[in-house]
């Protein structure tokens, strides 16, 4: 059973907002959520009566702007790092992952992940990143470790990626614009509002990535899905339509079709589309030329592959390359 909030702050000299946040988050009779912010004020009060000195070792940045061709990186940082896309195109390259960010894609970086974030596309970059220090947040109470999960339970550059569901991304980023409002408040409470909602954020991606994790230890597709998708990772660059997938896997093309789209989230098409432009990316950013990026990538088309490839990342291939190369020389 937890000690009460303000016994605790009174046992504890320099206790600080996330020492008493963590405390709340790890033990179950102090709940989250208005409680939470309720105990917090109390806890506050005491400490700053008592005169205790506060810490802050989280920063937030929510950015909103247009920079084509840059490139952010490499970094190698000393903190832990969530990148939460919002808007905009963009290819990040961490150990050897290409990742194409979407809306609500968030990316976890813990220390010695040297990762590059390119911009690609003409449109509004819009993210927010958060770093804190992991060993501040974990050598304050014992369990703030299962909290931290997203970046204890993988090897390095492993699962950097974590896909949350519609209502799961909404949910994200109303909390990261009431921390971002938070933090630019001059309410006397700001601090505790600040703080919880970095908590919720983190137990929010948490979640999503230990439900990944636990989703493809049991498989959460079907044996027929399951073999579709290995198929396609194998073969992307040769299949050429859904109908040579469909018959290996000796079934119709509709209902292929639809349990494929019912469970990865995509149609079987654009699935293989984006594994061959996703190949694309790569083999440009390792020197091919625009036309052998395009028939190495498995498309037949030249026309259609930069087409397909503006649509997708706002920009042509060659532009692309162009701006890569020059990023790398500066």
């Known amino acids: 059973m937890a000690k009460n909030a303000q016994k605790v702050i009174k046992e504890k000299k320099n206790i600080d907002i996330v020492t008493f946040l963590l405390y709340t988050c790890c033990n179950k009779s102090v709940m989250g959520g208005s409680q939470m912010e309720k105990e917090f004020q109390k806890a506050m009060r005491i400490a700053k009566k008592r005169g205790d000195q506060v810490i802050y070792p989280v920063s937030l940045t929510h950015c909103r702007d247009i920079t084509y061709g840059r490139t952010y990186g490499e970094k190698i940082i000393d903190e832990c790092e969530i990148y939460i896309h919002v808007e905009g195109e963009s290819t990040i390259y961490v150990g050897d992952q290409v990742i194409h960010p979407e809306y609500g894609t968030v990316v976890t970086y813990r220390r010695g992940e040297v990762h ?3 911009v690609t596309g003409l449109r509004p970059h819009e993210r927010y990143v958060l770093l804190f220090h992991f060993e501040e947040l974990v050598n304050l109470w014992d369990g703030m470790d299962q909290t931290l999960q997203m970046f204890t339970q993988r090897e390095m550059f492993e699962k950097n990626v974590v896909r949350l569901p519609p209502h799961e991304i909404q949910r994200l980023l109303s909390l990261l614009e009431k ?50 998708l290995e198929i396609v990772e194998d073969q ?9 997938l469909a018959r290996q896997l000796r079934i119709s093309n509709s209902y292929l079709a639809r349990i494929f789209k019912k469970q990865v989230g995509t149609s079987v098409y654009e699935y293989i589309q984006n594994m061959k432009l996703a190949y694309a990316v790569k083999l440009l950013a390792a020197g091919k030329t625009v036309t052998d990026a395009c028939f190495d990538s498995g498309f037949n088309n030249y026309s259609y ?14 532009r692309y390359q162009k701006s890569l190369a020059e990023s790398l020389e500066v």
């Open 305 to 318: 592959f930069i087409q397909l490839f503006k649509h997708k990342y706002g920009i042509t291939p060659r």
């Open 179 to 228: 921390a971002v409002n938070y933090a630019d408040s001059r309410e006397p409470e700001r601090e505790t509002l600040f703080y919880a909602t970095f908590l919720k954020i983190l137990a929010l991606i948490n979640n999503g990535f230990l439900h990944m994790v636990e989703q493809r230890e049991k498989g959460s597709y079907s044996p027929i899905v399951n073999m579709a």
């Open 236 to 244: 992307f660059v040769e299949l050429q339509s859904v109908e040579q």
């Open 116 to 118: 590059t974030n390119y």
